[in-house]
T-cell receptor, first 112, second 111 residues
Framework: DAGVTQSPTHLIKTRGQHVTLRCSPI?????VSWYQQVLGQGPQFIFQ???????GRGNFPDRFSARQFPNYSSELNVNALLLGDSALYLC???????????FGPGTRLLVL | GIQVEQSPPDLILQEGANSTLRCNFS?????LQWFHQNPWGQLINLFY???GTKQNGRLSATTVATERYSLLYISSSQTTDSGVYFC?????????????FGAGTQVVVTP
């Protein structure tokens, strides 16, 4: 079975632009979580979605939004990009959210 | 909020050596996971270990929940063990799966 997939793998944007990152969970998993990892730090929780409903949100500004589709894939949107948004964005999936979470390869976003 | 502290921050090992990584957490947790992040950024699950001891090949982990710490043991290290090791915990108030990560231990295994 395929693991968690994310697209694109790399992305370069300029300040003020908007970006959409995509994630497909492991087949059968209904929960998707998003994390931001800045260089040299551990991942920080952004959102979790379960059965298309937002179940939790981390301490991120409203410029960050997400949604989950009927097939359980998910999008993370970031508006009005800032230089500080440059990071590795990781998606994780699990059956219900509270069990072992499996991470995708991430999307590296560079904001210039 | 909860503090998740990992030590040491950096570790250099010669191939074949053994090592212990530690994760301390400041509050009761529902769950604890250990991950290995390879040089390409992929986070790989090592253990889901809210309590007790587990072993997987050359790796083993022990969590003593009552004393709020977990240990990851690497035996007979190999160069492929290089990378960053993270522990991540889940608070009882976030039992739906929000993970809080430590800052990681950077491990370099030299030939």
């Amino acid at each position: 079975d395929a693991g968690v997939t994310q697209s694109p793998t790399h992305l370069i944007k300029t300040r003020g632009q908007h970006v959409t990152l995509r994630c497909s969970p492991i087949s059968g998993h209904k929960s998707v979580s998003w994390y931001q990892q800045v260089l040299g730090q551990g991942p920080q929780f952004i959102f979790q979605y379960y059965e298309k409903e937002e179940r939790g949100r981390g301490n991120f500004p409203d410029r960050f939004s997400a949604r989950q589709f009927p097939n359980y894939s998910s999008e993370l949107n970031v508006n009005a990009l800032l230089l500080g948004d440059s990071a590795l964005y990781l998606c994780a999936s699990s059956s219900g959210g509270w069990e072992t979470q499996y991470f995708g390869p991430g999307t590296r976003l560079l904001v210039l | 909020g909860i503090q998740v502290e990992q030590s040491p921050p950096d570790l250099i090992l010669q191939e074949g050596a053994n090592s212990t990584l530690r994760c301390n957490f400041s509050d009761s947790v529902n769950n604890l996971q250990w991950f290995h992040q390879n040089p390409w950024g992929q986070l790989i699950n090592l253990f889901y270990i809210p309590s007790g001891t587990k072993q997987n090949g050359r790796l083993s982990a022990t969590t003593v929940a009552t004393e709020r710490y977990s240990l990851l043991y690497i035996s007979s290290s190999q160069t492929t063990d290089s990378g960053v090791y993270f522990c991540a915990v889940e608070l009882p108030t976030d039992s739906w799966g929000k993970l809080q990560f430590g800052a990681g231990t950077q491990v370099v295994v030299t030939p």
